[in-house]
């Protein structure tokens, strides 16, 4: 607060979410409050040093140093030696050790994440889950991903791969997922299996649906009854406070599959009301995963100091 | 240690394990060394008054008074009104407030808690897990259950009832378990649904499969099928350094299942063998329920100081 620019103060962290077609960051003050944002578009970013020198520049144009970078990014991350295994989606990405780049080139020290990680912990302190100390935060797109609150902190497991939602077994022998495994949650509801399910996009499967093509609703509705299933088997192991449900579906066709959702878990007979989670609807949109990974870089702060 | 019979220090805490059959307590220093123990029949104690008479009068006979009794239980548990809500095999007890009436009798506090996450405790801190961080362990008997190490604590849940692994949705529409629900882990593999779908104890399913008898093989085979699935999906999930089999099928039937077990989790293309867990036999045997019962009455007593 004592810098003669007032800007240090107000913009001490910043989070940046890299996403398959865009990357997002944001500068917040201390207390998370988001004071600037910019985005840009990965095809102009081809390589992870343009990613590098992008950030970089924001931060130049924001007024100088910030004390905790979070970034979040698709995929499986190497916690320990803080690379990007091979994400999905950034052609070329492999074993990219985005944190040390950036942390050498930021000045301050990076705190690496994956994706559905942050955006559980966005969802916590920003949006959906708030007042929770337990949450399961499913993130129901193109891919089934997640992420876990508990007792109040993120959990990432041993290596950091925990909260893996869309690879539990949902029917043994079901169909082949794109992991190579059979039966995943993801590849009975993901939004790609959808369109390999039905031929035509998982977008106009639910537009169809809400139209109340019937074979459509069907598509969906067995969908649905495995996403509730899920929830009930992820109710059996955490016994959370809520779970919250994000990306593409949650926000597009969140009033075709919600009543399927909740009537599979209210149907579950060991489920007893009172012990049985909230089931809400995420709340941040697209600036989930900057909003988590400013979250990160404050939390990192905070344990550090 | 200044007591004059020199009794205090040796038998700090207390450990009891309240099963359908038999009632365990242990006598342990600080350390956790058990320096004494005791049984009775549970068919001799037929109200909660009989058993917290036979506490009080265990306590006596070991010298005087503990300063902190840790017991675990089967069943469902208010974690929050401590009290037990109906345990399986204990017939007529229904929401005992057994901690209190423990607490009232002895005269120290009493930590009240499930028994299969007090084995998981038991084995982390003194069996198969010894190191670890993040433990799942299975119980794998009549029934199913399980237990959670999470960050190097017991994880419990937003109201003390995380790891029901036994009840987590194996196959959808799969056989009814005796919670009311289908295709429960528990419904295909616990040794109950064994004996009823075979029309034999689980028992003898396991020593004719072990005598080579083919159509128990193939019993066996497929529970062991379904247990290696929900192994994949418990490594998705919680990303643990090692899961811990322990149960009656793990102490008679590991020669039979771990094959099978290990086969199910080295195919999952998804786990590369870096991030496989350690699959192990529990290690402690019937005295598991009053070793963690010692090491969660340790536990409290150290965060209460």
């Known amino acids: 607060m004592v810098d003669s ?4 103060g ?5 989070g940046i979410d890299l996403g398959g077609t865009l990357v997002r960051m944001a500068f917040a003050a201390c207390d998370g409050r988001i004071v600037a944002a910019a985005r840009a ?8 040093d343009d990613v590098v020198r992008w950030v970089v520049g924001q931060v130049r144009r924001q007024g100088g ?3 905790s970078v ?11 030696r803080r690379v990007l295994l091979h994400p999905p989606n950034l052609r070329g990405w ?3 050790r985005l944190a040390a780049m950036l942390e050498e080139a930021v000045g301050c020290p990076v705190h690496l994440e994956n994706d559905a990680n942050l955006a559980a912990l966005a969802e916590l302190n920003r949006g959906a889950g708030r007042g929770c100390r337990n949450l399961v935060y499913v993130t129901w797109s193109t891919g089934v991903g997640g992420g876990l609150i508990l007792d109040g902190r993120l959990f990432v497991g041993a290596r950091g791969l925990a909260g893996e939602i869309g690879h539990l077994v949902a029917e043994p022998d079901g169909p082949l997922c794109g992991c190579g ?11 790609a299996s959808i369109e390999r399910l039905t031929g035509v996009s998982a977008k106009q499967v639910f537009s169809r649906a809400g139209e109340g093509d019937t074979e459509a609703a069907g598509v969906v509705r067995r969908a649905a009854r495995a996403m ?4 009930v088997t992820l109710t059996h192991l955490f016994d959370p406070d809520a779970i919250v449900i994000g990306g593409g579906v949650a926000t597009s066709a969140w009033r075709l599959v919600q009543p399927t959702l909740a009537q599979v878990l209210n149907d579950s007979p060991f489920i007893q009301p009172d012990r049985r989670p909230a089931l809400r609807r995420a709340l941040l949109g697209p600036r989930t995963g900057q909003i988590g990974a400013v979250e990160w870089a404050r939390i990192q702060m905070v344990s550090a100091a």
């Open 5 to 8: 620019r007032g800007l240090t």
């Open 10 to 14: 107000a913009r001490a962290v910043a």
């Open 41 to 48: 578009r990965m095809a102009a970013l081809t390589s992870p």
């Open 65 to 67: 140093p910030v004390r």
């Open 70 to 80: 979070g970034i979040g990014a698709p995929g499986l991350i190497d916690v320990e």
């Open 94 to 96: 492999r074993s990219v």
């Open 181 to 191: 495994q059979r039966g995943c949650l993801e590849a009975i509801c993901g939004g």
């Open 228 to 231: 509730g299933n899920a929830l």
